[in-house]
C-alpha cells in the first residue's frame, strides 16, 4: 500500500477549474510547490514535460495550470485558464519542452520546473500520481540536491549554522508523524534538513516551527 | 488508516458504525479537526456537484472550446420528458447527470474531482438520481460522499486511480465502484454488500483503457461516465439484491493495478492509441492543435 491518499479530501476533491485533475489541478500543485521552493515569482521559466505530460499537456490545460501554481493561484482560481497572459504581462519568459524519453523521476505525468531570476535558479521535478495529488521526487536549490520519497507534507529546513536538529525532530514527533528523515550538505549554505510528514502541518504549528537562523519551505 | 476493504468492512461490522462515520472519525483524528470543519468542506463539495449538475442543463447546456463535447445532457433532459427512455427514467437521469458534470468539466468549469476531473460525472450522476428515488436528505447526501471517499482511498493506495498509470478502469472504474458502494449504504445495505457492489462494478469496467482524443478530456471520456453511473446503479442494485462478486473486492483491486501496470503507454492517457488512434480521432487531433506543435 503506497498510502499516499492520506484524506477523504484527496479522494472526493479537489474543487478545481477543469478538465483534468492529474494534468490541471495536479499540475498547478506542482507549479504551486516549485512556487514555495523559490520563495516567490521567478523572471524565466522552462518546463520538461515526460512521457503522458509531454503527449497531451495542451489538450489538458497543463501548460497554464502549472504556470498559475508558479504564480501562486490555488487550483480553483477563476484566473487559472488566463495564467499564461498573465505571466507574459508580466514580463516572465516561458518555455515549455516536450522530451521524448522517459521520466527521469520514473511516473509518466511528470514535469521538471526550472525557474530563474537573476543569478538564482531552483529545478523541482514533480509527479501527478492521480486526482489532484501529486509527489516532489527531486529538488535543485540553492546548492543543495535534494530527494524526497515523494509524497507530501515535506518540510525542508535550512539552518545555515548547522544546529538544532535535534530539538526540530522533538518538536515535530510531538505534533506529527516522521515518515522519512534525511540532511544535505552544501558548502556555504549550512545544512538542509529534509522531513517527509504523515499529516499535515497547521500554520500555527509552521510559526512554533520557525525559528531566526532558518528557513523553511513547507509543502 | 484502512490497507484494504477487507478491514474497513470489519471495522464497521465489530464497531457497529456505517462506512461514513468510520471516515469521518479517521479523517478528524488524522487532521485534528472538528466534526464541524470536516463536515462543513464535504457540503462544500456537495454544492460544487449540484451546481455542476444544474449548469451541465441549462439553456442549451455548455460546450468545451473544441466543440467536441457539450449540449448532450440537455438532449437528455429532453428526451426524458417524452416519456419513452427504454432504460427508465431513474437510469437515463443518472446518465444526464453524469453528462452534464463531465460537460462542465470539459468546458473548464468547476466541479469537484471524485475521484478525478476526467470521472467527475459518475458520483454525482449516481447521487442525485437515488436523491429523488430514496428522498435522501442533506445529511445523507454528504455521508454519501464519505462512504465513496472511505472506498476510494483504498483503490487509490493499493491501485491507482490515474489515467496515465492505470488507464480508464483506474478513474471511471473507480469513481463507479466508490459510487456502487456509497449507493448501498444510502440504500440501507450493509457493508459487507457495500463491498460486494464495489467489487462487481469494478470488475464490469476492468480493462479499460485510457484513450482520449487529442489528449483532451472529452471524447470518449463524458460518456464513459455515463457507463459509470449506470454501472454503478446496477451493481448497487445487484448487491442488495444479494448477489455476490465471488473474486473480493481487495482482490478485485490488485487486478486493476496489475492491469493498469500491464497495458502499453499508448493506452494509458497518451492520446496516441485506442479511440485516439483512429482515422477520425488524427484528424480531430489535427484540426484542433495543428501538424506542428508549438510550445512558446
Known sequence: MSGNYKSVFDIIGPIMIGPSSSHTAGAVAIGRAANRIFGGIPEDITIHYYESFAQTHKGHGTDYAIISGILGFEPDDKRVPDALDIAHEQGIKIKFIEEAGDSPIDHPNTAVCELRKGDREIIVSGCSIGGGTIEIRDIKMDGFHIKPKGPLPILLVQSENGGNSENLSDKLQKINTINHHAQYDAPGKGIMYEYDLENRLKQKDLSQLASKDTKMVYL | ?296
Not at chain 2, 472538528?34 to 462544500?44: A, F, G, H, L, Y
Not at chain 2, 489515467?163 to 448501498?184: D, K
Open chain 2, 1 to 296: 488508516m484502512y490497507d484494504t476493504i477487507q478491514e474497513l468492512v470489519a471495522a464497521s461490522m465489530s464497531q457497529n458504525k456505517p462506512i461514513s462515520e468510520i471516515m469521518i472519525e479517521q479523517e478528524m483524528a488524522k487532521n485534528s479537526a472538528t466534526r464541524d470543519e470536516v463536515w462543513s468542506q464535504m457540503s462544500k463539495n456537495l454544492d460544487v456537484m449540484a451546481a455542476a449538475v444544474k449548469r451541465g442543463v441549462e439553456g442549451d447546456g455548455v460546450f468545451s472550446k473544441t466543440g467536441l463535447t457539450g449540449g448532450e445532457a440537455v438532449l437528455l433532459k429532453k428526451y426524458r420528458e417524452k416519456g419513452h427512455t427504454l432504460s427508465g427514467d431513474s437510469m437515463v437521469e443518472a446518465v444526464q447527470n453524469a453528462i452534464a458534470t463531465n460537460e462542465v468539466n470539459a468546458a473548464m468549469g468547476v466541479v469537484c474531482a471524485t475521484p478525478t476531473a476526467g470521472s467527475t460525472g459518475t458520483l454525482p450522476g449516481v447521487l442525485f438520481v437515488i436523491q429523488d428515488r430514496l428522498n435522501l436528505d442533506r445529511d445523507q447526501m454528504i455521508r454519501f460522499l464519505f462512504t465513496a471517499g472511505a472506498f476510494g482511498m483504498v483503490i487509490a493506495n493499493n491501485a491507482s486511480i490515474a489515467g496515465a498509470t492505470g488507464g480508464c478502469q483506474a478513474e471511471v472504474g473507480s469513481a463507479s465502484a466508490m459510487a456502487a458502494a456509497a449507493a448501498v449504504e444510502v440504500a440501507g445495505g450493509t457493508a459487507e454488500q457495500s463491498s460486494e457492489a464495489l467489487a462487481m462494478a469494478l470488475s464490469n469496467l476492468l480493462g479499460l483503457v485510457c484513450d482520449p482524443v487529442a489528449g483532451l478530456v472529452e471524447l470518449p471520456c463524458v460518456k464513459r461516465n455515463a457507463i459509470g453511473a449506470g454501472n454503478a446503479l446496477i451493481a448497487a442494485d445487484m448487491a442488495l439484491a444479494g448477489c455476490t462478486n465471488k473474486i473480493p473486492a481487495d482482490e478485485v483491486v490488485t487486478a486493476m493495478d496489475k492491469i493498469g501496470r500491464g497495458l502499453p503507454r499508448a493506452l494509458r492517457e497518451t492520446g496516441i492509441g485506442g479511440l485516439a488512434g483512429t482515422p477520425t480521432g488524427v484528424k480531430m487531433k489535427m484540426t484542433i492543435f495543428g501538424q506542428s506543435v508549438d510550445v512558446s
